[in-house]
Nanobody
């Protein structure tokens, strides 16, 4: 099993920044793809960004491209989501997910077997 724990969410004014962290533990050597999703009230869970632990490829949703950056620190088994220029429409619960394939980074949440508990991000104007 793989355990994922997100942190770093909070309340921020529009235009501000937050950095989310996702600490992975357990049988992480079987996971190759890490991704961030988000879910706003009344909406479906949507893909935000993802990459392999190796960093060989990175994928972003169009809505966050140029504002968000996904990175990882393999020595800490942690994936980060740096969120800049935040907008009220970025308000959601953000989830970290892990997949046990190497490539590509997939956008569909149903493909990912491992999930964290989520962290709330609220952006006010």
């Amino acid at each position: 099993q793989v355990q994922l724990v997100e942190s770093g969410g909070g309340l921020v004014q529009a235009g501000g920044s937050l950095r989310l962290s996702c600490a992975a533990s357990g049988r992480i050597f079987g996971t190759f793809v890490m991704a961030w999703f988000r879910q706003a009230p009344g909406k479906e869970r949507e893909f935000v960004a993802g990459r392999q632990w190796s960093g060989s490829s990175t994928l972003y949703a169009d809505s966050v491209k140029g504002r968000f950056t996904v990175s990882s620190d393999n020595t800490k088994n942690t994936v980060y989501l740096q969120m800049n220029s935040l907008k009220p429409e970025d308000t959601a619960v953000y989830y970290c997910a892990a997949g046990s394939w190497y490539t590509p980074v997939l956008r569909t949440p149903e493909e990912y077997p491992y999930w964290g508990q989520g962290t709330q991000v609220t952006v006010f104007s």
